[in-house]
Each structure stands twice: as C-alpha cells, then as structure tokens.
C-alpha cells in the first residue's frame, strides 16, 4: 500500500479462487489530499476495465492528449508507459484482465487496440454502466470487487483450447508458438493468428516484453547508484545483446533510459509486482 500525507492511499487486491485465469488484480487508488496525484503506470500488455467515482480520474496518452474517465472505461493493451492523475476526492478501482480473458468476455482482442473505449459500446446492452451506479453505492472496495465478481460471469466466455496452451505455457526453452503448433498438428501461421485474435498482440511482442519486465524488476532491486559491472549483469541475464539494445527497448516502452528509471522508480507504477 502506499500513502501520502495518510490521505492518499492505493492497493491491489487478490483475485479469489476460481478467477485466476481472467484477472490478474484488482486495484484501489483514493485521493483525499487537497493535491493532484500523478504517477506514471507501467506497460503490463493487459487490457484494464477502470471505474471512476468522484472527481474524473485524468489519463494521459503517449501524444500528450488528456482523457477523463467518466464513471467507466476500457484501456488497452498497454504496450506504452503513460501518466494517470488522481485529482482531490477521486477514486478508482481498476480491474485487470489476464492473457485472452479480454477476448473471452467481447467477443474480439481488436477493441483493445485503441487506447479508451466506453465499455457498454462493446455489447448490447449498457450493463457497465449499470454495474457503475450499483458500485457508487457501496463504501467498502472489497464488496465492490464481489459484486464485479458476480456480474461478470454471464459474460464470460468458455476459454479456447490453443488460447488456453498459448497461456498455460511455462517451458522458457522452447518456442510457445512452435511446440503447440507441433502438438497439435497445425501451423505455425495458424497458432499465430490464434495468439493475435485471443490475446490483441503477437508473441513476439509479449517475448519482447517480458525480457523489458526482467530487466526492470532486477533494476527494483538494484541500490539507487549501480557499477558499470551490474549493468552488464541484467544485459547478460536479462538476454540482450549489449546496453545500447536494453536502452532501446526502455525507451520504447517508458521513453526513458534505464539510468533515468533507476532514479525515478519510485513514482512509477509497476501493475505486474
């Protein structure tokens, strides 16, 4: 948990028994101070159904543009750092959907494409902004996340054989993408279009991406100043081929060098740790 001035408080909170494979959190940001809250959230690769209560949370994106989030959101995937603000009396509780889990609930990955979309345009009926008032209504976060927990049942589809492989898979040594496509008896090209439909992006992609997340939480647990040796080691153990490879993807991602995140990490929001 973290607190400023004991009035600013924001947590995770786990996800029971039996949702494990469709989020991977919720979490709880409420700002009682008289002061804008900033923080810059890390790219996770999830999709995030936001809710808002109070004064509208404030995003922004990687073009500078500022987006309000009135009463609820969908935002996704992240592939891209960027800045949320929480000004005096808002509040956020934020649910995180895990791997294909976007997929199995609208129907289509596409839509987490774009980085905002108004969640009740994804069906046919304005449910998510009917759970938003019923939510509005409750004090305690944790009867907020039952009450979500309840509701998002009907909606959620069977997951798909291959998707629940792709997602399953654990063997680093292996390509994900071959040894299903191997054992299954289908291409490699058709096990990709399955990843890409399920997921909303490739495994390249995530493989790029999760080398960038070892890299960034060996440096979370690096002192503030490093050697030119420790350096070294997270471009060795991490699988880059030298600094100027592991400073490209950091500034892909966060548009920062890895020095300048070592500095400032204390301000960023990682949603994975």
């Known amino acids: ?3 400023h001035g004991e009035t600013y408080e924001d947590f995770r909170i786990a996800v029971p028994t039996g949702y494990e494979n469709v989020f991977s959190h919720f979490y709880f940001a409420q700002n009682r101070t ?7 959230l890390l790219p996770s690769y999830q999709t995030m159904l936001i809710f808002s209560f109070g004064k509208k949370a404030l995003l922004k994106s990687t073009n500078n543009r500022q987006v309000e989030v009135d009463k609820c959101l969908v935002l996704g995937t992240i592939r891209r750092a960027f800045d949320y603000s929480m000004p005096p009396q808002s509040t956020i509780l934020v649910a995180n959907f895990k791997d294909d889990a976007f997929y199995r609930f609208f129907g289509s990955s596409a839509y987490a494409k774009n980085l905002r979309i108004n969640p009740d345009e994804l069906v046919d009926e304005n449910c998510f902004t009917a ?8 004090d305690d976060v944790h009867q907020q996340v039952s009450y979500m927990l309840h509701f998002c049942t009907p909606y959620l589809r069977e997951q798909d054989a291959i998707a629940k492989q792709l997602a399953d898979f654990k ?7 071959k040894a ?6 289908q291409t490699e090209r058709n096990i990709q279009i399955i990843h890409k439909k399920h997921f909303g992006y490739s495994a390249k ?3 790029r991406y999760q080398r960038f997340l070892r890299a960034v939480e060996y440096i979370e647990n690096m002192p503030s100043k490093m050697t030119k040796e420790d350096w070294f080691t997270i471009v060795n153990y991490c699988g880059y081929h030298d ?3 592991l400073i490209k993807d950091f500034k892909h991602y966060l548009s920062l060098s890895p020095t300048k995140y070592l ?3 204390q301000d960023i929001c990682n949603p994975i740790i």
């Open 263 to 265: 500095k400032i990490q």
């Open 171 to 177: 063997e680093q040594s292996l390509n994900p993408v």
């Open 34 to 40: 008289k002061e804008t809250i900033t923080k810059t």
């Open 180 to 185: 299903i496509a191997s054992n299954n008896n």
């Open 243 to 245: 600094q100027s490879h």
């Open 131 to 138: 759970w938003w008032y019923e939510l509005s209504k409750m």
């Open 205 to 207: 992609e995530i493989n």
């Open 1 to 3: 948990m973290t607190q």
